[in-house]
C-alpha cells in the first residue's frame, strides 16, 4: 500500500518560513516524480515544484526563489522549504507522487497540511 504523508505546515507571518515534509512509506524510487501542490480556500490545486526521479527540478513562477523541493532516498522523504512566505501562499499543501510505469505508473496524493500566513 503506497501512503504519502505531509507533515510542517502551521502559521507563519508574512517574511517567515515553513518545511514541509512528506514520508513516502515506500522507496521513493519508486517514484518517476514527486512533488507538492497547493489549494487556495476556493480554488483549484496548482502545482508548486516537482522533482523526478533524476532530480529535475520545476517550480511555479511565484515560488521560484523562495521554495526548495528536495528528495532524501534514504529516508524515503520529500521537502518543501518555504521562505519569504505571504499571504498569497496561504494553503493546503499536498504531496504527489506518480509511481513509475514498472511499479504500476498510479498516482497518489496525501491528506494534505494547511499552511497559513498572516500576522
Known amino acids: 500500500q503506497v501512503r504519502l504523508e505531509e507533515s510542517g505546515g502551521g502559521l507563519v507571518q508574512p517574511g517567515g518560513s515553513l518545511r514541509l515534509s512528506c514520508a513516502a512509506h515506500?522507496?521513493?524510487?519508486?517514484?518517476?516524480?514527486m512533488g507538492w501542490y497547493r489549494q487556495a480556500s476556493g480554488k483549484g490545486r496548482d502545482l508548486v515544484a516537482t522533482?523526478?526521479?533524476?532530480?529535475?527540478?520545476d517550480y511555479e513562477d511565484s515560488v521560484k526563489g523562495r521554495f526548495t523541493v528536495s528528495r532524501d532516498n534514504i529516508e524515503n522523504m520529500i521537502y518543501l522549504q518555504m521562505n519569504s512566505l505571504n499571504p498569497e501562499d496561504t494553503a493546503v499543501y499536498y504531496c504527489?507522487?506518480?509511481?513509475?510505469?514498472?511499479?504500476?505508473?498510479?498516482?497518489?496524493w496525501g491528506q494534505g497540511t494547511q499552511v497559513t500566513v498572516s500576522s
Open positions: 522533482i523526478t526521479k533524476d532530480d529535475g527540478i
Open positions: 504527489y507522487g506518480r509511481l513509475l510505469p514498472v511499479w504500476g505508473d498510479r498516482e497518489y
Open positions: 515506500r522507496s521513493i524510487e519508486m517514484f518517476s516524480i
